[in-house]
């Protein structure tokens, strides 16, 4: 998915690049296709109940919608926010893990003023008082309410706010590299709109998908994936690869490299006991003996240093 741009207090839409977008196998997106449309139908009613309670509860024409749904890492989550903004800090249980509601404080500002029976308009950038904070935290338990509506046909859900932030650079609610899923939301309060996010850690949502996987999907939808899922497993088996086996690596100087000529000899230093490795784009997979198979060339695998010799099919 694309990236956005955050201004405080307006909204910000993701750009809408062309072309492929990279893909790292490293850190392969375990978030299907059908996790999504399912966290889809979870986040759109939050949403849509969450837009009714603002109206209600603000007397302040009020609207949420849903923009996106991402998997991202959490460095790369924090690293998008702007600074200051309101993080409310959120317990999942009873799923583990820490949740994040994040909203721009300008759109924080303009609902207490609601709240407070102001016209709402242009906000000052401080932090909230002391009679400002109870009435943002009531307000967050009824929308953290809604999103536990959104989620209850999936999970009972009880979110539970415990702290509110101003910057999420001192959260340390996960690990920078832990995954987890985001989903942004369009929210105007009167004439103020913002992109609000809500962060939940990435494991725990896979396990709730998976339970509720088989009564999501029909038949006819699982037999779909299921297809798809042998076709690519198929397609991947027979895909060529470029397999090399090499002697173990040596050091050597530069100028010795280019006073190489040919006929020179090079002393590799690999123990005659120790076998040769076998590597697919520089990474070692397997371990061979070299040999012949009639007149060409071959190599037989052997069971590397750490695993059992009773695996060993014999020598050539």
Request: aromatic share 4%; net charge neutral; hydrophobic share 40%.
């Amino acid at each position: 998915m694309t990236t956005a741009s955050r201004t405080p207090g307006r909204m910000s839409r993701r750009g809408q690049g062309g072309g492929p977008t990279a893909y790292d196998f490293r850190r392969p997106i375990k978030l299907s296709r059908d996790h999504v449309r399912t966290l889809q139908i979870a986040f759109e009613t939050y949403a849509r109940s969450c837009g009714t309670l603002l109206t209600t509860r603000l007397r302040a024409v009020s609207n949420v919608s849903l923009i996106s749904i991402e998997q991202l890492t959490y460095e790369e989550y924090v690293s998008s926010l702007v600074t200051p903004t309101i993080i409310a800090v959120v317990a999942l249980d009873p799923l583990p893990g820490t949740g994040l509601l994040e909203i721009a404080q300008p759109t924080v500002m303009t609902a207490i003023d609601h709240m407070l029976g102001g016209p709402g308009g242009t906000q000052p950038e401080r932090p909230l008082t002391e009679v400002e904070m109870p009435l943002l935290r009531g307000l967050l338990d009824r929308m953290l309410g809604e999103l536990r509506y959104g989620f209850e046909s999936m999970v009972d859900l009880r979110p539970k706010l415990k702290e509110i932030e101003y910057n999420a650079q001192f959260l340390r609610a996960h690990a920078p590299g832990d995954a987890v899923v985001v989903a942004s939301f369009e929210t105007k309060v009167g004439a103020e709109e913002c992109l609000s996010t809500i962060c939940l850690p990435f494991n725990a949502m896979l396990s709730v998908l998976e339970r509720t996987e088989a009564v999501v999907l029909s038949a006819a939808e699982r037999e779909v994936r299921d297809r798809a899922r042998r076709n690519l497993t198929a397609g991947l088996s027979a895909a060529p690869i470029d397999v090399a086996v090499r002697f173990h690596p040596i050091r050597m100087r530069t100028d010795d490299i280019v006073d190489l000529r040919p006929g020179d000899v090079v002393p590799l230093g690999h123990p005659t006991s120790r076998p040769l490795e076998v590597t697919t784009a520089d990474i070692v997979f397997a371990h061979a003996v070299p040999g012949n198979q009639g007149t060409r060339l071959a190599c037989l695998v052997v069971p590397s240093s750490n695993e059992s010799p009773s695996k060993e099919s014999g020598r050539p």
